[in-house]
């Protein structure tokens, strides 16, 4: 019998060897198996016996409106939901539309996502006071994972050119200009968020005149503009590093002046490497709008601690919250999953 | 490069680049200036000033947590409690969220299918939900949830286990310590010879002349003989204890007390940090290419002198880095302590504001102590990494 012929000892192969090979050899590893086995069991039946009998859902199941668009009047929802659907529609039709590169329906796509900002803004706040169709609801009662998308969307598209503005800020030959954007964006990222909202709630009506009078949801998108930003210029900046110096050359060499060659030849070739680290970023401040409770505004976890204060469901912290976490949880994973394909498909960093 | 004056007079002033240059900067610099002039001016109007002399008043309110505090104490004086309790909660969790990250880099990365499993799950869970949300479930839905101090889960040690926090046996200085100490300060010194001679030897014949076990017995032996030779203990065991106080109340006496705010802030920072730390430590791991352990073991290596001759201190230059990047956001993110009531330096602030109406001032100080952490951080965890870069040739 040739040698290739033996047949593998049987340990080795199936579901026995799989379990041998990975678990349970060397024997330390047997213990180790055991001992995380143990843990997750012990893990697993606590959470599902309070999940399954002794947590009361009702509180979420009743207030499920409430977590979603928190104050923001019942009788106008149409037009949270209105929203909601043009950002799906318009999704679903990029998706549809992913492959057709170079093609005009791709332009007319983007100017509708460009255009779907002002119309989406305008549906939300509606109007005049006394407005029949779509009466004004003030930016003020906003609340809920309506309030957390409108701040990190917001906060991210708003941060961009101010970021792209700051990372070439940075590069700059110009000594004073890249030593004020680099003050800029290092004390942004050597304090925390929560100091930054502290100063656009407090101190900047302050440094305002009197007249201009901001309502504390635009206070907070001032803040989480100006922190997001700093964040955007160092994701940028690493894009531009990453754009070979031929192409500045070749630039030059064909006559284009420097804004020309920024706008046409670096910019593109540094923002596509950078979208991966831009929706991380976006995950990143998804989870950190939350600071905005500490400032009063009622986001989805703010609105997690006002039903928490609900007369009847006092005391029903661990229901609530776990509920929060999971959408928290459900939105960041699926997002952080999107940028590791389009990291993949874009192939950045295999060059 | 030389220029001629007939060059220099060819081009006029508004087309010289060197010339557009500095007008673009005295442009910029002169907006930048006169937007903070008419912000300044903004604040003017409203009657406000600037002065640092209320940190001298009476601050007239009480903070629970820190070094002792009397409301008769100065404003700077409770700035200063804020300050030092963010430096302890963020010190404690620097160090065990760098345990925790490295146990679960490892774990994700064992052979054991369950264990990388379980590491991978804990990673997915913590850095895809906000922290804040995390705090405010363990502090509300875990901490507060435990039993009453009357009826506190007692872990062995004793340590207390309440909705009051923790309560955990803590050793203290006892009279003997001094004589204990010069024990101490000779194990450190003989533990420092010893590393410089194995150096020397190392550098002049290419191998440590004593074994590293030397350097670890000199500083536990001379330490441990002390303690016998000294008469009495130079340490001893403040152990906790419930006592029924007149009137039904219950009372812990001893030991050392960590608040349930300062509990859940630190786990919650601990958790979440040690999750983003154990990427980290992954990646590392894996930058070190497979070639350099298995050229090891083909020359004899032992499997922990692989570990600690090739890997570490190959995986420790990716590491450092991003490390340290993790250490600041551990500090910065104590800043969430005002949401469930724990004092540190942003909390106490606000309340500093909240009494004095001293916005801008208090805010400088505010992002002024978090520059200094975050540099101070940084500078020590820089002087670190160079000395893993000149590992490198």
Redesign the interface.
Known sequence: MEPSDIPPPRVEVGVLGWLKK??FSPWY?AL??IA??A??VFVVRVVLRWALFSARWEVVTINIKVFMIGRYPASEAWRVIASLGIVLVLAALTWFFRKAKGRPIRRWLVLAWIASFPVIGILLRGFGEDNPFMPRVSAEVWSGLLLTLVLAIVGIVASFPIGVLMALGRRS?????RV?CTIYIE?IR??????VL??SQ??LP?????QIRLATVMRALVGITLFSSAYTAENVRGGLAAVPRGQYEAAQAVGLNKALMMILIVLPQALRNVIPAIVGQF?ALF??T??V??VGLLEL?GI??AV?GQKQFIGL??EV??F??VL??IC??LM?YGSRRLEKKLGVGER | MKRTGSQTSRVPFWRDIRVL?WV???V??MA?IALILW??S??R??G?IFSYSFLDKEASFDLAEGIEFEPTDSYARAFLVGVLNTIRVAVVGIIFATLLGLFTGISRL??????SK?ATVYI??I????????L??LY??VI??LPKLSTAVILPGPAYLSNRGIVAPWPRLAEAFRLWWPFLLLALGAAIVLIVIRRRSQARLGRPGIRAVWVFAAFVLIPLAGWFIVPGRPLWLDIPELIQKSGGVIKVEGGITLSSEFTALLLGLVIYTGAYIAEVVRAGLQSVAKGQTEAARAQGFTNGQIIRLIVLPQALRVIIPPLISQY?NLT??S??A??IGFLDL?AVS?TM?NQSGR??EV?FM??GS??AI??TISLIMNIVNKRMQIVER
């Open positions: 990975n678990l590893n180790l198996t995380s086995l843990f997750v030959r110009l000594p004073v200009i004020l004390t050597g304090v925390p968020l929560i100091s502290f100063m407090l101190m302050l440094f305002l005149p009197p995950t989870k950190d939350t600071l409770v500490i976890l997690g601690k928490t912290h661990q919250y776990f929060v976490a928290f949880f960041c994973y952080s | 240059r673009a900067q005295f910029f610099l930048v912000a300044i903004n604040y109007q409203r406000m064992s052979g054991n299918w369950l264990l379980i997915e869970i850095r895809n939900t906000p922290l804040l949300v995390q405010f479930f509300f839905a507060l949830k600041l910065k993110n800043s969430l005002i949401a942003y606000q504001l916005v801008v805010f505010i992002m978090y520059l975050s540099l």
